[in-house]
């Protein structure tokens, strides 16, 4: 069975400040993919990113970056200089091979002007 | 590109009424998942449609949900009869399939948020 874990309930920065949201996983599968998606406001999930079991090169895509750790079971997601346009909830998804997607409970994310 | 389409986006019931909601997935899409999204918790998996059978439906409450996609597309997710803990939102995602790189990327659509009084 796979679990994934997102430690911080809510976290609260002030604009420009840099911020990290954690996710541990549990899996037994050698192969699967490690997932953040993005729900603001308005409730549509949207994709940010995906990285499969292979590959542990962290991500860097403008403002936000990605640091996966196979080590520590670990695919944890940085906002450097958050706006208020950050603002909403985040969350970490691990999926098998199948297709099968396991979410996580969620951080919600508040930035202050 | 179309999104999910899903309706109704609200919908309010009495417990022990039945109620059902509908999705569009993107053209093209193989797979189709239909989540329950407590408030404060992240979506749970109730069923996923590869074209119109199921692989999974293991967290599927079968004595009062029910769930169809017939011809392969289009989808309809029923309750009958609803509880009070049935209150949530209800996301259906679709995605290109099982195999490859791609698997697990997820495309969701707007939700149908029922309450059960």
């Known amino acids: 069975a796979q679990k994934v874990t997102q430690a911080q309930t809510e976290i609260s920065v002030v604009e420009k400040e840099d911020v990290t949201l954690d996710c541990v996983y549990e899996t037994r599968d050698t192969t699967y993919y490690l997932f953040w998606y993005k729900q603001p406001p308005s409730g549509e999930l949207v994709f940010l990113i995906r990285r499969n079991s292979f590959d542990e090169q962290n991500e860097i895509s403008g403002r936000y970056s990605w640091n996966f750790q196979k080590s520590t079971s670990s695919f944890n997601f940085t906002i450097t200089a958050s706006q208020v346009v950050d603002s909403a909830v985040y969350f970490c998804a691990l999926a098998t091979n199948a297709g099968k997607s396991t979410f996580g409970d969620g951080t919600t994310l508040t930035v202050k002007p | ?117």
Do not use: M
Request: aromatic share 10%.
């Open chain 2, 1 to 117: 590109e179309a999104g999910v389409a899903q309706s109704p986006r609200y919908k309010i019931i009495e417990k022990r009424q039945s109620v059902a909601f509908w999705c569009n997935p993107i053209s093209g899409h193989a797979t189709l998942y239909w989540y329950q999204q407590i408030l404060g918790q992240g979506p749970k998996l109730l069923i996923q449609f590869q074209n119109n059978g199921v692989v999974d439906d293991s967290q599927l409450p079968k004595d009062r949900f029910s769930a169809e996609r017939l011809k392969g597309v289009d989808s309809t997710l029923k309750i009958q009869p609803a509880k009070l803990e049935d209150s949530a939102v209800y996301l259906c995602a679709s995605s290109w399939g099982l195999a490859g790189g791609r698997a697990g990327e997820l495309f969701f659509g707007e939700g149908s948020r029922l309450t059960v009084l």
